[in-house]
């Protein structure tokens, strides 16, 4: 929404995502994603009575990691909480979860709009127990019956819960993404929207511009498995709103399903004030103390962070901040980066060929941008920078590096782009050249220097790009000036 409208929008996120550790939050099952339904369960993530929870510790050092890098206030003692609620994805009744003691309050997360940089606060991160999967849009499901899959059943999530401060779809798509970025930089969530493991609840108010200061009534929408679907759908949920608004209706507090065909948001006719959740204190597990030798083990575990390493990179490197940005997109690209300019020490050179041929080539997706070793392309680079083959003939090698795993030395000899530097050999072309060229050689030889450059072009063209430039141009220049 931009300052011309007479609304406001606000929006704030409740992001959920799950923790990439070995077993469980409470129990020793180990999940992972497409697994066959119902086989990674036991007693405790199927709610079975008796069963007692035992907290994963490496999750809540996950949490905690998270926590740092956002800056966040951690708590020294944390407990965990019963959310009651009936869903057939959830057999024990109720998630374990926090309520009045998070893990972790009070964070900041910087994010980069084209207008600057923003500073979007972190209410809350909290620890939790997943539900399980209800089965029923699948195409193998019979009509009038759902399946349920129990196997994501006590998957650690960290809940985190944004202030209202976002103000454009755009702004919290951005924050998603940001959050992604810092998420797989701390190797503690694989952080896919598309499969799940990164979720998003929007929440989104509107409010005439200047006017009240009082919040609108706001509605969450859920249910969107891309960054461009939370932007959509807040989209559509901003407009809906302001149109009510002018029709002088009023907005009704409501919870609505992101419907991806249809492209519009659809109401879930859950009443707001219905939730209870019953809050208690979790009887069966004691609240948890985190004390200063065990914060201070998981800071230094700490890797480096999005924006450290692109600083680093802007004073090491002596790159743009937009190359910067792009080469520490994501922890791949940055060590793949940084592990060619240790081979090659030309800082220009590599940067203009990841950018440009690399880059280019896997359609400019930093997320994709690493399928070749950093080895094996500091080794073409290293062709190149030796003078061993031409560019363009090192950039047809690339291309073959991308679906074949040959070497790139193999490629070089079976593609026959081996520098063409022998005198004798080029001396032959340079003939050739001349005599396929009499009117230029006369136009040369009376003075038009510049047609040098035609010349080794026209080198060039005979031997496919393979001849060496510095080489064909000094017997060019002895052949054109002996007359
Ligand atoms: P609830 O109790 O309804 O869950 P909370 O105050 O706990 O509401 O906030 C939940 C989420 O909703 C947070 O991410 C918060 O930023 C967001 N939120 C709160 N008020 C508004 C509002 N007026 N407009 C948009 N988002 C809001
Ligand atoms: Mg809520
Ligand atoms: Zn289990």
Redesign the pocket.
């Given at each position: 929404m931009n300052e011309l409208t007479p609304y406001q929008t606000?929006?704030?996120?409740?992001v959920h995502a799950q923790l990439k550790t070995d077993s469980k939050l409470f129990c020793g099952c180990h999940w992972q994603f497409g697994a066959q339904p119902n086989a990674r369960t036991c007693p405790l993530c199927l709610g079975l009575p008796g069963a007692l929870p035992v907290l994963n510790r490496k999750a809540v050092e996950f949490a905690i990691k998270l926590a740092l890098a956002v800056e966040a206030r951690i708590a020294q003692r944390t407990a965990f909480s019963r959310k009651n609620y009936f869903y057939p994805d959830l057999p024990k009744g109720y998630q374990i979860s926090q309520f009045d003691s998070p893990i972790a309050s009070s964070g900041k997360l910087k994010i980069r709009l084209n207008s600057g940089i923003k500073t979007i606060h972190i209410?809350r991160i909290h620890l939790e127990d997943d539900a399980g999967k209800s089965i029923h849009a699948e195409s193998w499901v019979r009509e009038n019956e759902s399946l349920i899959d129990f196997n994501r059943c006590g998957v650690p999530l960290i809940e985190i819960?944004?202030?209202?401060?976002l103000s454009t779809p755009g702004e919290a798509s951005r924050f998603l993404q940001t959050i992604r970025q810092l998420l797989r930089y701390l190797d503690i969530c694989d952080a896919n929207m598309e499969v799940g493991n990164l979720r998003c609840?929007a929440?989104?108010?509107v409010r005439p511009h200047g006017g009240a200061t009082w919040?609108?009534?706001?509605t969450?929408v859920k249910n969107m498995n891309s960054f461009r679907a939370v932007e959509r759908a807040l989209a559509y949920e901003q407009q809906r709103q302001i149109e009510l608004l002018e029709h002088g209706e009023k907005i009704l507090?409501d919870t609505l399903l992101w419907n991806e065909k249809a492209q519009v948001t659809e109401s879930m006719r859950i009443k707001?004030q219905a939730h209870d959740y019953r809050y208690f204190p979790e009887p069966d597990l004691p609240p948890l103390k985190i004390d200063t030798s065990w914060l201070d083990k998981i800071k230094n575990e700490m890797p480096e962070l999005p924006d450290a390493r692109r600083d680093r990179f802007i004073r090491q490197y002596k790159l743009s901040r937009a190359d910067a940005d792009l080469f520490t997109a994501t922890v791949e690209l940055a060590d793949f980066f940084e592990k060619v300019v240790v081979r090659i020490g030309d800082v220009r050179l590599v940067n203009t060929w990841v950018k440009t041929e690399l880059l280019r080539s896997v359609n400019q997706s930093a997320d994709e941008a690493t399928p070749i070793s950093a080895d094996a392309f500091a080794e073409l680079l290293d062709f190149v920078k030796q003078k061993k083959i031409t560019a363009q003939s090192a950039k047809i090698v690339l291309v073959e590096m991308l679906t074949s795993e040959k070497a790139v030395a193999e490629i070089i000899h079976d593609k026959k782009l081996t520098l063409l530097s022998d005198a004798n050999q080029l001396g032959v072309i340079v003939d050739q050249a001349i005599a396929d060229n009499p009117d230029a050689v006369k136009h040369y030889r009376s003075g038009k220097r510049q047609l040098l450059n035609f010349f080794i072009g026209q080198v060039m063209k005979l031997t496919r790009t393979k001849a060496d430039p510095e080489a064909a141009k000094k017997i060019l220049l002895e052949k054109l000036d002996a007359e």
């Open positions: 606000i929006i704030g996120l409740e209410r819960v944004t202030e209202p401060e609840d929440n989104i108010s919040p609108g009534v706001k969450e507090s707001e």
